[in-house]
């Protein structure tokens, strides 16, 4: 088994914790890049606890992102390309339905890993009707420095070809922005997307994203959310000692 599938089972299994509260049963999906234009997924169905190598699915990642040139995608055709990506025909599992997004977030040169998950405390904010201003901006340094200065904001769509066609403007208009790669998405009604070069960072990312969202939910019971500034938040990325705390947490 590959360095890389070894690490996806790991972070899968260890997200799949039921003291993480981020999916129970079939829930989330997570995926690697092998780094020669190939990348495991997870398969439709199995448990991130539970799951081991043989329920993620070998896919080039190529085949699966020309979905995205197309206008429409019937069910037929998602079952079709999946099917010709495989790296292995004899792999009987599906991929995800969620794996045109994992292809396309995989492409980005820095994104190694992806991680998805439906954490009850996330969900109960993108499930809300503020849901976008409610967990925006940074509360606290540690968020700041494990989040990144802000996440993308996905709304509601259909998961598959649209979703992930959705995310990538989210991706792209972040980066116009800050110059920088997002690493937390929160998708409307949906849940979380954590963006990483490591499974490491991944398994940090939705730790981190899990713990601001029971702070916000706290928040808002106290009576409001009071975000650290742009300014502060700017400054905080951009001292040596919190650059290296960063690496440190992502173990470089």
């Known amino acids: 088994m590959s360095t890389a599938l070894t690490d996806l089972v790991t972070m ?27 990348f495991y997924v997870k398969g439709s169905g199995c448990s991130l606890e539970t799951m081991g190598a ?16 197309e206008d429409s995608v019937s069910e037929e055709r ?43 405390a996330v969900n109960m904010l993108t499930c809300s009707p503020k849901w976008a201003e409610n967990l925006a901006g940074r509360l606290c340094p540690d968020e700041a420095v494990v989040l990144g200065r802000d996440s993308v904001f996905v709304p509601y769509v ?8 959705e995310i ?4 792209d208009n972040y980066i116009a922005q800050y110059g920088e790669l ?3 998405v929160y998708m409307q009604n949906h849940g979380f997307i954590a963006l990483a070069p490591s499974t490491r960072e991944a398994c ?19 009576g409001g959310i009071a975000h650290l500034d742009v300014e502060t938040v700017n400054h905080l990325l951009g001292r040596p000692d919190e650059k290296y705390r960063q690496a440190a947490l992502a173990g470089e």
């Open 12 to 38: 899968s299994n260890r997200i799949g914790q039921p003291e993480w509260d981020a999916v129970i049963l079939g829930e989330g999906n997570t995926s690697i890049s092998v780094g020669d234009g190939t």
């Open 54 to 69: 043989d329920d993620f699915v070998h896919l080039r990642q190529n085949d699966i992102l020309t979905l995205l040139d």
């Open 78 to 120: 998602l079952k079709e390309v999946y099917e010709s990506a495989k790296v292995n025909p004899a792999q009987s599992k599906r991929p995800s339905v969620e794996t045109v997004f994992h292809a396309l977030a995989l492409s980005y040169e820095g994104i190694n890993v992806v991680a998805h998950t439906h954490a009850t």
């Open 158 to 165: 259909d998961p598959g070809v649209i979703l992930a066609k």
């Open 168 to 171: 990538k403007t989210g991706i």
């Open 182 to 184: 997002p690493r937390a």
């Open 204 to 222: 940090n990312i939705t730790a981190m994203a899990i713990k601001a969202a029971r702070m916000r939910l706290g928040c808002l019971q106290a």
